[in-house]
């Protein structure tokens, strides 16, 4: 058999197997969201997976006018019962307040083509007071806002 018979060969069996293997679900690296004045972009990083995925996470937050961005380690990650909650601190003002963004992405299960599907971002001050006993009412104020997302897989 020559060469060319046997790439011939392996090309028509890597063919058949192809397709088998587009379906097969995968999770997603990439989300974008849109809401009502605000944007998130989240690029889960890999670490190790260097051309599958990016080196380190990113979070990009839109919020009005502003915007900010971050990197690992600043964005915590925290697993609960309605998805994954991506987290950061937007703005501290020591012994006044602190003022975190957290946007929740569920499970989610990627076929071959982006997945749409509906979150929310929250915005969440905290009064951290000198004197903790000096508030009364609500210390730990949050805004949702609802979002419109994209889940999807990007090859670095």
């Not at 946007?103 to 749409?116: K, N, Q, R, T």
């Not at 509906?118 to 949702?144: C, F, H, M, N, R």
């Amino acid at each position: 058999m020559n060469t060319a018979t046997s790439i011939m060969r392996i090309l028509a069996l890597l063919s058949m197997a192809l397709p088998w293997t587009a379906g097969a679900a995968q999770t997603p690296n990439h989300y974008a969201c849109e809401g009502k004045n605000a944007s998130v972009a989240l690029t889960v990083g890999g670490g190790d997976d260097v051309g599958i995925m990016p080196e380190a996470t990113q979070l990009q937050i839109r919020l009005g006018k502003e915007e900010f961005s971050f990197r690992d380690p600043e964005i915590l990650t925290e697993r609960s019962s309605i998805g994954q909650l991506w987290s950061a601190t937007l703005e501290q003002a020591p012994d006044l307040y602190v003022r975190r963004v957290a946007v929740i992405i569920p499970e989610i299960a990627l076929g071959s083509e982006s997945l749409p599907f509906q979150s929310q971002l929250v915005l969440t001050t905290t009064q951290t007071p000198l004197v903790p006993d000096s508030l009364e009412g609500i210390i730990q104020a949050s805004k949702y806002l609802d979002l419109t997302c994209s889940a999807s897989l990007i090859y670095f």
